[in-house]
T-cell receptor
Framework: NAGVMQNPRHLVRRRGQEARLRCSPM?????VYWYRQLPEEGLKFMVY????????ESGMPKERFSAEFPKEGPSILRIQQVVRGDSAAYFC???????????FGPGTRLLVL | RKEVEQDPGPFNVPEGATVAFNCTYS??????FFWYRQDCRKEPKLLMS???SGNEDGRFTAQLNRASQYISLLIRDSKLSDSATYLC???????????FGKGTKLTVNP
């Protein structure tokens, strides 16, 4: 049973470019969460999605960041016009039901030059 | 005040030692509590959930004190493979988001 998959594992972008991070939840999981870990910091919640719905985006920056979890395909975290401060590890987690354990993917490490 | 606070360490202990980590949380509405471990440049992995009555899993014992809003993790007979960062994690009732502490780094030396 494959775990949570994220790609790419490493992503390098120049300031002003767009970054797209993908997350495929574990089989049978319909809840997806995105977290960001800045260097030397703890993980911070960004957004919680179910299929075709954003349930809680209280941790998302107001501008440039968006997330989706379409009916088919992976969840996407999109960062437009990246800045150096966006450099971080972005982790996706999934769970089968509300209130169940969240399992984390290996993360995408974004470096903005 | 931070939502979840941990002693950042680092803790350096010899193999076989007993080590304890402490954590406090600020939101009294918190309902679920966990310890995760994170190896260098890896994803967090659930170590154990923490229950009000306290719980044990092999060499690991977790305790929760709701009145003091305090969580602890005890590792007995530490192994080299226990070297990692230990994350105290809290979930506030009615919300799915996990709130992470910054973590406590443990190095077990031979």
């Amino acid at each position: 049973n494959a775990g949570v998959m994220q790609n790419p594992r490493h992503l390098v972008r120049r300031r002003g470019q767009e970054a797209r991070l993908r997350c495929s939840p574990m089989k049978g999981h319909s809840h997806v969460y995105w977290y960001r870990q800045l260097p030397e910091e703890g993980l911070k919640f960004m957004v919680y999605l179910q299929k075709e719905n954003i349930i809680d985006e209280s941790g998302m920056p107001k501008e440039r960041f968006s997330a989706e979890f379409p009916k088919e395909g992976p969840s996407i975290l999109r960062i437009q016009q990246v800045v150096r401060g966006d450099s971080a590890a972005y982790f996706c987690a999934s769970s089968p039901l509300f209130g169940e354990t969240q399992y984390f993917g290996p993360g995408t490490r974004l470096l903005v030059l | 005040r931070k939502e979840v606070e941990q002693d950042p360490g680092p803790f350096n202990v010899p193999e076989g030692a007993t080590v304890a980590f402490n954590c406090t949380y600020s939101n009294s509405a918190s309902q679920s509590f966990f310890w995760y471990r994170q190896d260098c440049r890896k994803e967090p992995k659930l170590l154990m959930s923490v229950y009000s009555s306290g719980n044990e899993d092999g060499r690991f014992t977790a305790q929760l004190n709701r009145a003091s809003q305090y969580i602890s993790l005890l590792i007995r007979d530490s192994k080299l493979s226990d070297s990692a960062t230990y994350l105290c994690v809290v979930n506030v009732g009615g919300s799915e988001k996990l709130v992470f502490g910054k973590g406590t780094k443990l190095t077990v030396n031979p």
